[in-house]
C-alpha cells in the first residue's frame, strides 16, 4: 500500500469517460429546434431524492443507465455539458447491500461517506422504473460531447457535404 492510502481512504475509482453524438446530450429549449437527447432526457436526480423514481433509462453497452448530474457550458450552446449517469442493475442480482436515498443522507457521517464512496454518491441507491426495483451502480460514467467534422472551407451551400473517405 502508498503511503497515504489506508483501507478507510481508497484512491478514487477512474471514470470512464465517453464522447458520445452530442444529439444525445441535447436539451429542449423554449423557442428552439433542439430536441432532448436521450441521455439528457434519463437526467432525474431531483426526483430520485424525492420519491426513488426515474424516467426512462437510455442503452449504452448492451445495460441501462440513469443520468444523475449535468455539468458544464453546453446549456449556452459551446457544447461542454458533461452528463454523468450510473449503469442500473436488477435489485436481485446487485452483489452489494442496497439502500435509498434516505438511507444515504439521513444520518451526517453516512452522507459524508456516500460524498466520499470511491463508487459515487449514487452506487447501491435503489430506484424504481416501470414498476420494477433496481439498483444504480458506480463508478458514474461521464459523456461528452464528441466533435463532429466540420464543413471544408471551400465548400459552397447549405447542405451536407460528403467527405472524402481516403
Known sequence: MQSGQDKANPP??????????????????????????????????????????????????????????????GLTGGGMDEHEAYRIVAAEVFAGTPTSYHGKTARAEAAEAARNDPNGFYHGMT?????????????????????????PENAKGEG???LSLF
Open 12 to 73: 478514487p475509482t477512474e471514470r470512464e469517460t465517453f464522447a458520445v453524438n452530442p444529439a444525445r446530450l441535447a436539451w429542449r429549449a423554449a423557442g428552439r429546434q433542439i430536441c432532448e437527447g436521450d441521455i439528457h432526457a434519463s437526467y432525474r436526480a431531483d426526483v430520485i431524492a424525492m420519491s426513488g423514481r426515474v424516467r426512462k433509462p437510455f442503452n449504452w453497452k448492451g445495460g441501462l443507465c440513469i443520468c444523475t448530474g449535468i455539468s458544464g457550458s
Open 127 to 151: 430506484i424504481k422504473h416501470g414498476g420494477k426495483s433496481f439498483v444504480l451502480c458506480g463508478p458514474p460514467i461521464k459523456f461528452v460531447a464528441e466533435a463532429l467534422p466540420e464543413r
Open 160 to 162: 451536407p457535404v460528403q
